[in-house]
Every structure is written in structure tokens, then in C-alpha cells.
């Protein structure tokens, strides 16, 4: 092996255990933020998420470089031949983050944890010199999975997400070591320190040529709701262009405040808060009627568009899930079956593989999140039919074709 290969290898080590470090202390951070938020009175996480919403636009736009861009940031600069990415907005972006999740915005910390990994590859790639001018890439690829892998505790997602997630259905794969260099070194930090049960507990999953067959409509049903949710990311993202920052701010959290009063009125449950970890619970546990399922799906498909209009800086890993999840859910009432928990784990994945053009992660992602390899194979049918209805869209608009 050449000495620049490495090279690579130890940078991309360095760079998954930093990575790791900065996504324990900000999802540390936030989770305890939001224990504190939503054991208050109900009327405090409404008040917060306005409040939250106000000073992430804040932060945006004095010290965040104006942009609340975090998973685009990477694969904006993976097809560049130089960096762009600009370290000092890096903090001011975390700490919109912060205040996004921690103020309870139906966001994800992948995005975050994305950025991170990003920010840091860039730096090291410019201190160390010997590096070359020509690992740039590689090492962005190994710190974008390092933060996948570190934030859901999902080494092999987080290496395919970064080589799947550049480009709309095929792979970057000449940076295949880097990746898996950088994703098992982010693993094992966060690991190390927050132990390694899987993120998602589920009931036993067991599988049928039936159940197979009903994944398979599962997933065109997925694949039309997921461009109903594509769409209104795609609006929200272009309202900065059409709306003053701060009018959108204020509207975004009243808006999200009255998702969280509708959730709880509902489902006795602040469902429409947060990345939606306790939706996919909830789906999978519990007796629920169609409408409320109906609602809660409504809410969490609509609230990431909402937040994001907002300046809301997040992932859409988990919201999406959340969505499909409740979605498998309302599947499986509608058709009369007692397997729950198979539905509601291949409604997450398809609605994750789906929106994000990247149907590898979201097989991937759903088993190691849920420890069940028995999803792969319903999960991989109904992924089939999902990206087939889909096509060439996705939640992403720096993907290349």
C-alpha cells in the first residue's frame, strides 16, 4: 500500500474519532435540553419552539454564514475540486443546530452530524499537508459517515450513506476504504462511550410470503407519500428566496407550536416535537385509531418542511423515518394485520431510502437501527417498488444525476 493510502487511513481514523467527540457532545446536549422541555408544563415546548426558532435565525444570520445547510454543505462540497466550506460559520451552525433540536423542531442530528464531520475533514486536510491535494475528497467521505455511524450507532449506513448520498442512485466508489475507515472510527468513539444497544427496539420480527407480498404494496404506497413530502421540502427550501428570514422564523415556530398542541390534543403525546424516535415507538406500540394515525402522519410529513422554512438547521434521517414509520403503521391497520412492527420498520426505510435517494442506506440503516436482519429482505422488495414510484427525486437538491 502506497504511503499516501495511509496516510488517508490514519487521517480518516483522526477524523472519525473527532467526529464522534463533537456528535456525543451535541446530541448529549440537545437530549437533555428536550428532557428537561418536555417534562414542563404543555405549554412550555410551545413557547420553547418559537423562542427556538427565533434564535436559530439568529444565530443563521450573524454567525452561522447565512445558510442552514448541513447534510447539502457535504455533498455541495464533494463535487467541488477545491473546498469552499468556510471554518469559522462551522460553530455558529452548530449552535443553530442546537438551538433547532434542542428546542424540540421535528429535525434530525444527522445533518449536524454530517456538517461536523465535514468541518473537520476540511480541516485536516488543510493542516496536513502531506496529505496531498487529492485526498480532499476522501476525507470528506470518511467524515460524513463517521457522523452518520456516530450519531445512530450504524457503522455500515453511515460508510454507504456517504458514498450513496453524492449522487442519485449509483455510488462514489472509489473512496470505499476511507469511508469505512472513517464510519468504523466514529462507531467505535461513540460506541465506547454510549454503549452499542441497538437505537430502535422492536418486537420480534417474523417473515411470510405474504407479509413479502404486502411490502411490496407497502412500498408503492410509501413511494407516492414520499413525493408528497419531497414537494414540500422542496417549497421550503425555496421560500428564503421568496420571504424576509426573520418573518419566516416567527411564522415557522407558531406554525410548529400549533403542530405540537394538535399532537398532543390527539395522541396525548408531543409527537410533532423533535426528530421522531418516540413516533417510531409509538407506531410500533399501543392501539391507535385510523385518524389519529392519519394526523400524527400528516404532522410529521409536514412539520420538517415547516422548520426548515424557518431556517431550521437539522437532518431528515429520523423525520423521514418517523413518517414512514406511521405510515407502515396506517398500512397495516387499513389491511387488517397483526404484523405491526414489519410494516412500520419497512414503511421507516423506504421513506428514508426514497426521499433521500439512497435506498442501500435505508436497508442498511433500518436492520443495524433495529438489530433485525429478518427487514432486509421486505425492506429491499418494497424499496424496489418505492423507488420506482419516486424516480429522479429526492429531498436533496445537490445530488448530481
Known amino acids: 500500500m502506497h504511503r499516501s493510502s495511509v496516510l488517508r487511513l490514519v487521517a480518516s481514523i483522526l477524523i472519525g474519532v473527532t467526529t464522534g467527540l463533537v456528535v456525543l457532545a451535541l446530541e448529549h446536549s440537545v437530549d437533555d435540553i428536550l428532557h428537561e422541555i418536555l417534562e414542563a408544563p404543555a405549554w412550555v415546548p410551545a413557547v420553547t419552539i418559537i423562542v427556538g426558532a427565533i434564535a436559530t435565525a ?8 447565512g445558510s442552514s445547510s448541513t447534510t447539502d454543505v457535504y455533498v455541495e462540497e464533494f463535487h467541488r475540486d477545491e473546498s469552499d466550506l468556510e471554518s469559522k460559520h ?6 443553530a443546530a442546537l438551538t433547532t433540536l434542542g428546542s424540540g423542531a421535528p429535525l434530525g442530528m444527522e445533518g449536524p452530524a454530517v456538517y461536523s464531520g465535514t468541518a473537520i475533514a476540511a480541516v485536516v486536510h ?12 476522501a476525507l470528506m467521505v470518511a467524515g460524513a459517515a463517521a457522523g452518520i455511524a456516530a450519531v445512530f450507532k450504524a457503522p455500515a449506513a453511515g460508510a454507504i450513506f456517504a458514498l450513496e448520498v453524492p449522487f442519485r442512485g449509483r455510488l462514489a466508489g472509489e473512496r470505499v476504504l476511507p469511508a469505512i475507515f472513517g464510519s468504523a472510527a466514529g462507531y467505535l468513539t461513540m460506541a465506547s462511550l454510549d454503549g452499542v444497544k441497538p437505537e430502535l427496539e422492536v418486537p420480534l420480527i417474523e417473515l411470510s410470503y405474504g407479509r413479502v407480498a404486502f411490502s411490496l404494496l407497502l412500498g408503492v404506497v410509501v413511494g407516492v407519500a414520499a413525493i408528497g413530502v419531497i414537494r414540500l421540502i422542496g417549497a421550503a427550501e425555496h421560500s428564503a428566496h421568496r420571504w424576509p ?9 407558531i406554525v410548529l407550536a400549533a403542530f405540537y398542541l394538535i399532537g398532543r390534543e390527539v ?31 400528516l404532522l410529521r410529513a409536514a412539520g420538517p418542511a415547516v422548520s426548515i422554512a424557518g431556517a431550521g438547521v437539522g437532518g431528515l434521517f429520523i423525520p423521514l423515518m418517523a413518517a414512514g414509520a406511521v405510515l407502515g403503521r396506517l398500512f397495516a391497520e387499513a389491511s387488517n394485520t397483526q404484523e405491526l412492527a414489519l410494516y412500520v420498520v419497512v414503511g421507516a426505510a423506504c421513506m428514508l431510502g426514497a426521499g433521500y435517494a439512497v435506498p442501500l442506506t435505508g436497508i442498511v440503516f433500518v436492520a443495524e437501527y433495529t438489530g433485525q436482519a429478518t427487514v432486509i429482505v421486505p425492506a429491499l422488495i418494497a424499496m424496489t417498488a418505492a423507488t420506482l414510484v419516486v424516480g429522479d427525486r429526492s429531498v436533496c437538491p445537490a445530488q448530481q444525476r
Open 58 to 65: 439568529a444565530l443563521v444570520h450573524y454567525i452561522g454564514g
Open 90 to 95: 462551522v460553530p455558529g451552525r452548530l449552535l
Open 126 to 137: 488543510r493542516k496536513w499537508r502531506a496529505l496531498g491535494p487529492d485526498a480532499y475528497h
Open 245 to 253: 428570514l426573520w418573518g419566516r422564523a416567527v411564522g415557522a415556530g
Open 267 to 297: 395522541a396525548d403525546a408531543p409527537l410533532a416535537l423533535t426528530s421522531g424516535n418516540s413516533v417510531i415507538d409509538w407506531a410500533v406500540d399501543g392501539d391507535h385509531a385510523l385518524w389519529v394515525l392519519v394526523v400524527v402522519f
